[in-house]
């Protein structure tokens, strides 16, 4: 069995993803081939956002929103200390401060409250300009982005909301993508929707934002990539990679579907001795990873290994107790949630091709190391 199992996938799609790959080989328009912009008005579509313009990575996604707001040294911006380097790199990377935030203990998300105090914190400070906030929609559950905006508004803050792992969730009916200003996401194989390299995408619904945005991805490029109207960088999909993610959006909420499936099959068996996921009613996680907590995590993980089963840990080192981040705001400090979440938290597998007996396989293991422990 394998954490994601990309196997099963091709051999349902294959035939068509080499058909995709065949037809860009025979126009060979690498760059910014008719690929690209079919995909990038499918996930418009999908996700009912006016702009989407898709990027070489879900880090360049971040890297370029941010650059897009001209974010740089003596800017600060907001970060939960519970989720994947990129979210925090792209900050210090500009040159800017990053803020950390504890996060929820139930939904992993950065905490409102916590993000309440913090702005006021770092407005008192006259050392940074706080000027956003990028939260995520951490193992694909949607954050409280109602009371985000509102702290935002408040304050003045732009928002750049991380779906590198909730691509196809929804929060209050709609789709993520239309949460932030803007939103990146990511089609790291291993996403919810993954490609076969590296790819991103930036969703938003402000014209000026995206015409920036397709500028940064190109050398900053105004009339031609020959006028440089800005700094920007090599921040393109590949036409490949394009085709291939076609191919596999017309197999994904049947994938969503399974995924859903597989959750709550998981926590139906497994809640008696572990704390399952609990994403809130308003939201449908994408289930990029099934992630349970419990004092016992060591245990649990050492079964299952050598049962041969797969499980990972994100995040073991959080981001505010990693040295590169040092002298960010928050960086070497406590954060009780985090700090606790750390050592309890386990994820399970949950592509969508998991039968219903390998489940059940796993779901043993736990239940005996629980009782064991
Ligand atoms: C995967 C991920 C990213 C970055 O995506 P890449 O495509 O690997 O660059 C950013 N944020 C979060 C939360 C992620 O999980």
Same mark, same amino acid.
């Given at each position: 069995?394998?954490?994601?199992?990309?196997?099963?996938?091709?051999a349902?799609?294959?035939?068509d993803?080499?058909?995709a790959?065949?037809?860009?080989?025979?126009?060979?328009?690498?760059?910014?081939?008719?690929?690209?912009?079919?995909?990038e008005?499918?996930l418009?579509?999908?996700?009912?956002?006016?702009?989407?313009?898709?990027?070489?990575?879900?880090?360049?996604?971040?890297?370029?929103?941010l650059?897009?707001?001209?974010?740089?040294?003596?800017?600060?911006?907001?970060a939960?200390?519970?989720t994947?380097?990129?979210?925090?790199e792209?900050?210090?990377?500009?040159g800017?401060?990053?803020?950390?935030?504890?996060?929820?203990a139930t939904?992993?998300?950065?905490?409102?409250?916590?993000?309440? /105090?913090?702005?006021?914190?770092?407005?008192?400070?006259?050392?940074?300009?706080?000027r956003g906030?990028?939260?995520?929609?951490?193992f694909?559950?949607?954050?409280?982005?109602?009371?985000?905006?509102?702290?935002?508004?408040h304050?003045?803050?732009?928002?750049?909301?991380? /779906?590198?792992?909730?691509?196809?969730?929804?929060?209050?009916?709609?789709?993520?993508?239309?949460?932030?200003?803007?939103? /990146?996401t990511?089609?790291?194989?291993?996403?919810?929707?993954?490609?076969?390299?590296?790819?991103?995408?930036?969703?938003?619904?402000?014209p000026?934002l995206?015409?920036?945005?397709?500028?940064?991805?190109?050398?900053?490029?105004?009339?031609?990539?020959?006028?440089?109207?800005?700094?920007?960088?090599t921040?393109?999909?590949?036409?490949?990679?394009?085709?291939?993610?076609?191919?596999?959006?017309?197999?994904?909420?049947?994938?969503?579907?399974?995924?859903?499936?597989?959750?709550?099959?998981?926590t139906?068996a497994?809640?008696?001795?572990?704390?399952?996921?609990?994403?809130?009613?308003?939201?449908?996680?994408?289930?990029s990873v099934?992630?349970?907590?419990s004092?016992?995590?060591?245990?649990?993980?050492a079964?299952?290994q050598?049962?041969?089963?797969?499980?990972?840990?994100?995040?073991?080192?959080?981001?505010?107790?990693?040295?590169?981040?040092?002298?960010?705001?928050?960086?070497?400090?406590?954060?009780?949630?985090?700090?606790?979440?750390a050592?309890?938290?386990l994820?399970?597998?949950?592509?969508?091709?998991?039968?219903?007996a390998?489940?059940?396989?796993?779901?043993?293991v736990?239940?005996?190391?629980?009782k064991r422990?």
């Amino acid at each position: 069995m394998k954490f994601v199992d990309l196997d099963a996938q091709f051999a349902l799609i294959g035939e068509d993803i080499r058909y995709a790959i065949d037809r860009v080989l025979a126009h060979k328009q690498f760059i910014l081939g008719p690929e690209v912009a079919t995909l990038e008005e499918q996930l418009q579509d999908y996700c009912g956002v006016r702009h989407v313009i898709s990027a070489a990575s879900g880090t360049d996604a971040l890297l370029m929103a941010l650059m897009a707001y001209e974010v740089g040294p003596g800017d600060a911006v907001i970060a939960p200390s519970f989720t994947f380097v990129a979210t925090a790199e792209v900050i210090q990377l500009l040159g800017a401060t990053p803020v950390f935030v504890d996060v929820d203990a139930t939904t992993f998300n950065i905490d409102p409250e916590a993000l309440a /105090a913090t702005i006021d914190r770092v407005h008192a400070r006259n050392d940074v300009q706080l000027r956003g906030i990028i939260p995520v929609d951490l193992f694909g559950t949607p954050a409280n982005h109602a009371r985000i905006r509102e702290l935002a508004d408040h304050h003045d803050l732009f928002i750049i909301a991380d /779906a590198g792992q909730s691509f196809g969730a929804t929060y209050r009916e709609q789709r993520v993508g239309n949460f932030g200003d803007m939103t /990146a996401t990511s089609f790291f194989p291993a996403k919810p929707l993954g490609c076969y390299g590296d790819g991103g995408a930036v969703f938003t619904d402000d014209p000026a934002l995206a015409e920036i945005i397709e500028s940064i991805r190109f050398h900053g490029k105004g009339t031609s990539q020959y006028d440089n109207v800005r700094i920007g960088v090599t921040g393109r999909l590949d036409t490949l990679q394009a085709a291939i993610l076609s191919c596999k959006m017309k197999i994904f909420d049947q994938e969503l579907a399974r995924r859903q499936e597989i959750a709550d099959y998981y926590t139906d068996a497994l809640q008696a001795v572990v704390q399952p996921p609990a994403p809130p009613s308003d939201c449908r996680s994408s289930w990029s990873v099934y992630t349970i907590r419990s004092p016992q995590r060591d245990a649990i993980r050492a079964s299952l290994q050598q049962h041969k089963l797969p499980s990972a840990i994100y995040y073991a080192s959080p981001l505010h107790r990693q040295p590169a981040f040092n002298h960010a705001i928050g960086g070497g400090c406590a954060m009780a949630v985090t700090d606790l979440l750390a050592t309890e938290v386990l994820s399970l597998p949950i592509h969508p091709y998991l039968t219903n007996a390998e489940l059940d396989q796993i779901i043993a293991v736990i239940v005996k190391a629980c009782k064991r422990a």
